[in-house]
């Protein structure tokens, strides 16, 4: 029997295109109307792709021509242009949208267990050792890291009488994370909606007060809070973060397209895990050599940052001292991440 819910239950089947995610949990299927076996699809779309409609289009043709009893399909476009990148970007006097915050950096990864977190919070420590006022938002909801990376376990942010959070201060930084209002053993367990909602208040309702730069550490993949994020405030610039085999880099190409798609410039890629130096000075390039290099060229970016395998680095992360708080002079891991945020200032303005 044709009804409204078999229709959305088979357009759930038809991906947006370039993602894995379906239309209908993207939003843009604004209305479904049923007359008998005849359907009526109306889509609300905003980009300058033509190949964009043109794909869902034929999408939906597809799935629903396939379903038994099936007759007239008709599918209607509402197309609009998306923001200006430029314009989102700065508002007002260079400000971003989110009030008192003059840049947004997203550091995002294809897939999990590339130290992407790692980059966020010395990226941020390394900001604020320029002299910059730095915020980190922890936006990986289900596997949150930060707070043990900043040596916070056991703090809780307050809030104000009109529920507004207040972060905790760390190593010169402001940051929020899951990990300081929940336990080390207490899972995230909440379904899309929910997860949009927690990282929206994140955002929205976080007292930031004045940041030169605010670093947002996304989960990995392509999924709903990194859609989420890049529709609730205007981001800067993207680093994406993988390690040098093609495993890694298959998904960083994803990251790239996603922000590409959603109109977020990229400033780059970081090879983390690029090789490991022993005592002698030899460096053994334990995933591949040159695989992030080669990558950042490909995808016409540039490669911002080679972050080596370090022990002191993962013990200082697991101690809650992040490298970068070393004197540069005294780590090339955070040297690394010195140049990592001279090169994001400068590019960012």
């Known amino acids: 029997m044709i009804n409204e819910e078999t229709i959305r239950e088979t357009l759930r089947k038809v991906p947006y295109p370039g993602f894995s ?23 609300s779309l905003a980009t300058r792709d033509p190949a964009v409609p043109r794909a869902i289009h034929e999408g939906i043709e597809s799935a ?12 209607d476009f509402d197309l609009k242009d998306p923001p200006d990148p430029v314009a989102s970007s700065n508002p007002a006097a260079g400000q971003s949208s989110i009030p008192g915050v ?31 006022r730095v915020g980190l938002c922890d936006c990986d909801l289900y596997g949150p890291s930060i707070a043990l990376m900043l040596g916070a376990t056991d703090r809780q942010p307050m809030a104000t009488d009109k529920n507004e959070i207040i972060p905790i201060e760390a190593h010169g930084i402001k940051a929020i994370s899951m990990g300081f209002l929940l336990g080390e053993d207490s899972p995230v ?10 990282t929206q208040q994140f955002l929205r309702q976080c007292l930031w007060g004045e940041l030169d730069y605010l670093v947002l550490d996304l ?5 709903d809070i990194q859609l989420t994020i890049v529709q609730t405030v205007a981001v800067d610039g993207s680093v994406v973060v993988t390690t040098p085999q093609e495993v ?19 400033s780059g890629v970081v090879e983390n895990m690029a090789w490991f130096e022993c005592d002698m000075g ?17 995808l016409g970016v540039p490669l911002l940052a080679q972050i080596p395998i370090d022990i002191a680095t993962r013990d200082r992360a697991d101690r809650g001292e992040p490298i970068a708080t070393v004197d540069p002079a005294e780590s090339s891991v955070s040297a690394a991440f010195a140049d990592l945020a001279r090169q994001l200032a400068a590019t960012l303005g």
């Open 21 to 43: 995610r379906d239309i209908l949990s993207f939003g843009i299927v604004k209305r479904i109307e049923v007359d008998g076996g005849d359907v009526s699809v109306f889509v």
């Open 64 to 75: 629903l021509g396939a379903l038994e009893g099936i007759g007239k399909v008709r599918i």
């Open 102 to 132: 003059r840049k947004i950096i997203a550091v995002a990864s294809g897939k999990g267990g590339v130290g992407k977190s790692t980059v966020s919070t010395n990226l941020a420590i390394a900001l604020s050792r320029t002299g910059a």
């Open 189 to 198: 367990i909440v379904r899309g909606p929910l997860a949009t909602r927690y």
């Open 219 to 223: 989960p990995p993949g392509t999924g």
């Open 248 to 266: 890694a880099l298959i998904d960083a190409r994803k990251a790239v397209a996603m922000f590409r798609k959603v109109n977020v410039p990229v």
């Open 282 to 298: 030899k460096k053994y390039f334990i995933f591949g050599e040159g695989g992030g290099a080669a990558e950042a060229e490909r």
